[in-house]
């Protein structure tokens, strides 16, 4: 008897302040369908809305994190352009609230790859792999794409993954910035799990508004009115007060501050 693969789809699992996003798809390596595209920025809005979550990690099921975009699929992404199901996808998830991470093993190619630069922090297994490919397909990367793509390794590393398609090592990839923590495959989820829930105990108005003000100055411009709204968050909250209290007598803080 054949046996029957669930379909192409994103599960999502919430642990305690914990959402996890994991891409399945392993009839395809978890290439993204069209539809799982669609489905992220719902699932995003959900947990942005949801005052319980305060980090959310994107992974892959199996083994693998995500080869791609479906091949069989690609058309519409391509007619689309930069307005396309995929990058809006990733736009959302660059600016989710909270902080984001990427928990990679396995492949991290193409649109997999997309995914991971648009999180935050990528932590990633030695032996696995990382690839930007439009060029063997003779696809022009999407704007924001690559702008991102540069602005996390720069515009040399960026051309030699855009220019060339070819696949580098995890030890290339943590030499060059696009990952951020390398770790052997048995201890990855340990890493993960408890750095993931270091971030949940953590002051969520810090994470927020510095997530803010860092991609402010991504984007190239200051807002003095976001910055000052930021600091009365500080000071009418009492997160600083209660931050630094728990500092002086030496307990964990009370951290109550939530963007909803």
Known sequence: MTEQLAPPRLELEISGHVAT??????????????DMWARLPELLDGLAGDPSVRVLVLTG????FCAGADITEVDRLIAEGDRSLAVLAEERLA????????WIEGDCVGGGCQLAVACDLRF???????????ARLGIVYPAPTTRRLVALIGPSAAKHLLYSAELIGADRALRIGLVDELHPADGLADRVTAFAATLAQRSQLTQVAAKEIVMMAGDGHH???????????????????EGIAAFVHRRRPDFRWSPH
């Not at 099921?61 to 693998?64: I, M």
């Not at 990633?124 to 439009?134: D, I, K, L, N, Q």
């Not at 807002?223 to 007060?241: I, K």
Request: hydrophobic content about 35%; cysteine-free.
């Open 21 to 34: 996003i994991r891409i399945a798809n392993p009839a395809r390596r978890n290439a993204m369908t069209n």
């Open 61 to 64: 099921a199996g083994g693998t």
């Open 95 to 102: 600016r989710f609230p909270k902080p984001t991470l990427a």
């Open 124 to 134: 990633a297994a030695e032996g696995s792999r990382f690839g930007v490919t439009p």
């Open 223 to 241: 807002d003095d009115t976001r910055v000052s709204y930021w600091h009365r968050q500080m000071v009418e909250s009492g997160e600083a007060a």
